[in-house]
C-alpha cells in the first residue's frame, strides 16, 4: 500500500513581506541570529522543475501533469538573483549553492554563474560558488560551466546498480549517464566533486559499499562520497523513522569494507563528518540530519526560486524578499530589511526533534525541498 500524499501547491505562497528599518545600518559582515550563528551560506533554487522524480522528494503522485510549477514570471530573474546575493555577501556570505529543483533546467544558468562571479566579498574575495545537480545534464554542462567561473559541483547519485537507479529517480534514467556526468565535471576542472546518496534504508542501503568501490576504482581521490541520512523534509515524501537508516551503521557497513579514520571538520559550520580510507584511496562524508543534529552552528539561508527567503529547510513560512527587489526599495533598505531577519531567527528544527520537543510552530505544512532547494 503506498502512503497518502497530499498536495501543496498553495502553501508555496506563505510568506510575509520583510519589515524594513527606516534608518537601515550598513551591513557590517558580522551578522549574528539570536542563537549567536553568523550568516556564511546562501543556497539559491533557480528552478522548482525537475527531470527526476525521487520519491523521497518529488513523489510522482504529487508532482504529476497536473501539477502547477511557478510561472516564469514569478521567477527571480538573474538579475534579481545576483542583487540579493550581493546584499548577503555584504553580510558575510562567503559561499554560494545553486540549487533546485534541477538547476541544469534553467535556461542559461551559466549566465547567472558568470554574474555571481564577479561578485566580491567586504574583503575583495570571490565568492566560493557552487551547484548541486542531479547529473543528468552534466556530461553536457560540465564545461560551460566550468568556463562560467563554477568552481566545484555536487553530483546526487544514490545508487550504482542502473535498475535501482532508474527505480529510485522513477523516470527510467540510467546511471550511466549520472556517471560519465561525474567523470565530464573531473575533466573540466570542478574537482572536488561531491557525490551525494540519500541512503533509504531497504530501498538502497546494499549500494553504499559497491558505490564507495566504484568512485575508488573509476574516480579517484578528486570525488568525496557523502551519505546522507533520508530525511523528514516537505511533507509529501510519506517519510518514515523506519526507513532512515543513521549514519554510525552506514559507516561500520563501509568500515567493514574498507576501513575508516576520522578527519578534523575543514570548515566550521560544515554539514558532514569527514572520514578517509586508511589505505589512502580518499575522504567520504557523513551527513546525519537526523541522528546527529548539526543546528548549533547552521549558517545556511535559503532563497526560493520566487525570492523568498527560508531561515532553515524545515520552515513552513519565507520571507518575501521579490516583494522588496519588485516594490522600489534601495539595496540599503534590502540589506537592512535581510539584517533584522536573520536578527530574529532562532529555527533548529533538526535538534528540537531530536529532542522530542514539538519542532515546527503552529502545526503548519513544511516548504518542499525541490522549491527552496537542499
Ligand atoms: N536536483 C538536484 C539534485 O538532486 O542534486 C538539486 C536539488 S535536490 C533537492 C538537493 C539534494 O537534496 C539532493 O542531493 C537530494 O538527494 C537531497 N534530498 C532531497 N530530498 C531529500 C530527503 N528527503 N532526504 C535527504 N536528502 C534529500
Ligand atoms: Fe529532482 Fe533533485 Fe528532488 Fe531528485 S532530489 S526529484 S533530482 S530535485
Ligand atoms: Fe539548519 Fe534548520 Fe537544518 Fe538545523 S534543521 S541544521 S537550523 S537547516
Not at 290 to 316: I, P, Y
Amino acid at each position: 500500500m503506498t502512503d497518502v500524499v497530499i498536495p501543496l501547491a498553495d502553501l508555496r505562497y506563505a510568506a510575509q513581506v520583510p519589515a524594513v528599518p527606516a534608518l537601515p545600518l550598513p551591513a557590517s559582515g558580522l551578522l549574528a541570529d539570536r542563537l549567536g550563528r553568523p550568516l556564511r551560506d546562501l543556497r539559491i533554487s533557480v528552478t522548482d522543475r525537475c527531470n527526476f522524480r525521487c520519491s523521497y522528494c518529488m513523489p510522482k503522485e504529487v508532482f504529476d501533469s497536473q501539477y502547477k510549477f511557478l510561472p516564469q514570471s514569478s521567477l527571480l530573474s538573474f538579475e534579481e538573483i545576483t542583487r540579493v546575493a550581493r546584499l548577503f555577501a555584504a553580510h558575510g556570505v562567503t559561499k554560494l549553492r545553486l540549487t533546485g529543483g534541477e538547476p541544469l533546467l534553467r535556461k542559461h544558468v551559466e549566465t547567472l554563474i558568470a554574474q555571481l562571479a564577479e561578485l566580491r566579498t567586504p574583503e575583495s574575495r570571490p565568492l566560493d560558488i557552487t551547484l548541486t545537480t542531479n547529473g543528468s545534464l552534466l556530461k553536457r554542462k560540465a564545461q560551460a560551466l566550468r568556463d562560467a567561473g563554477l568552481q566545484r559541483v555536487t553530483v546526487s547519485l544514490d545508487a550504482l546498480d542502473d535498475g535501482i537507479f532508474r527505480r529510485m529517480n522513477d523516470v527510467d534514467f540510467p546511471v550511466a549517464d549520472v556517471l560519465d556526468g561525474i567523470q565530464a565535471a573531473l575533466h573540466a576542472g570542478l574537482a572536488p566533486v561531491k557525490v551525494n546518496m540519500v541512503v533509504k534504508h531497504g530501498t538502497n542501503d546494499d549500494q553504499i559499499v559497491p558505490l564507495a568501490r566504484h568512485v575508488r576504482e573509476h574516480c579517484g581521490p578528486g570525488v568525496v562520497l557523502r551519505f546522507i541520512e533520508y530525511m523528514d523534509v516537505g511533507a509529501t515524501n510519506g517519510w518514515r523513522m523506519d526507513e532512515v537508516l543513521p549514519s554510525a551503521q552506514v559507516r561500520q557497513r563501509l568500515h567493514a569494507a574498507f576501513p575508516l579514520q576520522p578527519l578534523d571538520p575543514s570548515a566550521p559550520g560544515e554539514t558532514a563528518e569527514r572520514w578517509r580510507y586508511a589505505d589512502g584511496g580518499g575522504e567520504v562524508g557523513f551527513i546525519s540530519s537526523v541522528t546527529q543534529a548539526f543546528c548549533s552552528d547552521c549558517n545556511r539561508a535559503r532563497l526560493s526560486t520566487e525570492g523568498k527567503l527560508f531561515l532553515c529547510l524545515f520552515a513552513n513560512r519565507g520571507h518575501d524578499l521579490r516583494a522588496l527587489l519588485r516594490g522600489g526599495y534601495s539595496d540599503e533598505q534590502i540589506s537592512g530589511a535581510i539584517g533584522l531577519v536573520w536578527g530574529d531567527r532562532e529555527d533548529r528544527y533538526s535538534e528540537l526533534r531530536g529532542s522530542g520537543a514539538p519542532a515546527a510552530a503552529g502545526g503548519e505544512r513544511r516548504v518542499e525541498m525541490h522549491y527552496i532547494g537542499g
